[in-house]
């Protein structure tokens, strides 16, 4: 996935979330401020573990239960 200059909406999440859903994890590569990006992973901490951070970008594992 990517995120570019409209920033992390809504939709953004969404995808995020059906994508671990189907596949396990997901790598983004963002194209917004820093402080965004990090909103955006404290936003899905409850879904989503970050396995890895490289600039701007991240790649998250689905949160086993």
Same mark, same amino acid.
């Given at each position: 996935m990517q995120v570019g200059k #409209? =920033?992390?909406t809504e939709s953004v999440r969404k995808e995020l979330l059906d994508?671990? &859903?189907k596949n =396990?994890?997901?790598k983004i590569k963002? #194209?917004?401020s &820093? @402080? @965004?990006i990090d909103l955006f992973q404290k936003s899905i901490e @409850?879904?989503?573990i970050l396995v890895m951070k490289i600039g701007r970008t991240l790649?998250? %594992?689905k &949160?086993? %239960?």
């Open positions: #409209n =920033g992390v994508q671990l &859903k =396990g994890m997901v963002f #194209n917004v &820093k @402080e @965004e @409850e879904h989503a790649v998250f %594992k &949160k086993g %239960k």
